[in-house]
């Protein structure tokens, strides 16, 4: 059984050892909601489709176009399963009901590090996705660049007050780190890159030292509402 959730993924629960993350281009916000829709028909009509699957959550981009998809696996034999037996009635079934969907890259993380607030139980409004690519594959590099951006967090002297958590994920190639952001609302994440600095935080020393980390290629920001999560039943 296949049940349909409100709720946010926990980002921390232990029992995700390979957390997922794609995006689909799509074109258009009615695009974006016609496939969230036929998302949640094609799953609730089957059956959950493996015990290793924890969890698997969609977003809307506030682009207008993109959806991301977050799928939480206990590991990734698991993904592999699904892949073999489930995973392409339910790609068929999505494709004929919106053609011409572009999936643009599927890529597997372990998250590395969290940044949250004992007690805070704030819905995030926003979920900003902020990615950063590195030259070469370097896992010590992934882990030291998040290292730096959460020592600036956690000097940071005017932090504002609508963020919530930041979850850290290093890709398993060595190449990418992806921050889990959660935000009160969309505007409060705009306040904040509109506050003096260089994105969200002051400028401090430690801050420069995240913005001038050697090796990064590029980084991205894109602002998400979360519209579908499903679980097991």
Not at 16 to 35: D, K, L, M, N
Not at 173 to 192: C, F, K, M, P, S
């Amino acid at each position: 059984m296949t049940r349909r959730t409100d709720d946010h993924p926990d980002l921390t629960d232990p029992r995700v050892g390979a957390p997922f993350f794609s995006t689909w281009r799509v074109g258009t916000p009615e695009r974006q909601r016609e496939a969230a829709a036929t998302i949640a028909r094609t799953w609730e009509r089957r059956d959950w489709p493996a015990t290793g699957l924890l969890g698997y959550h969609v977003y809307a981009g506030h682009d207008g176009s993109t959806l991301l998809h977050h799928s939480q696996w206990a590991d990734e034999p698991a993904y592999e399963a699904f892949v073999k037996t489930h995973r392409q009635e339910r790609v068929d079934e999505v494709d004929t009901a919106v053609p011409g969907i572009e999936r643009v890259r599927l890529d597997r993380y372990r998250r590395y590090r969290s940044a949250t607030q004992d007690g805070d139980t704030r819905v995030p409004g926003c979920v900003v996705i902020v990615e950063v690519e590195f030259e070469s594959p370097d896992p010590e590099r992934q882990r030291a660049w998040v290292d730096a951006v959460l020592e600036a967090l956690e000097s940071e002297p005017n932090p504002h007050p609508g963020g919530i958590g930041a979850h850290f994920h290093l890709s398993t190639d060595g190449i990418r780190v992806l921050n889990y952001a959660e935000w009160e609302t969309a505007q409060a994440h705009i306040d904040a890159l509109a506050a003096p600095g260089d994105g969200v935080g002051s400028a401090t020393e430690l801050w420069k030292r995240v913005q001038e980390f050697p090796g990064v290629k590029g980084s991205t920001v894109s602002r998400y509402e979360h519209v579908l999560g499903l679980l097991p039943g």
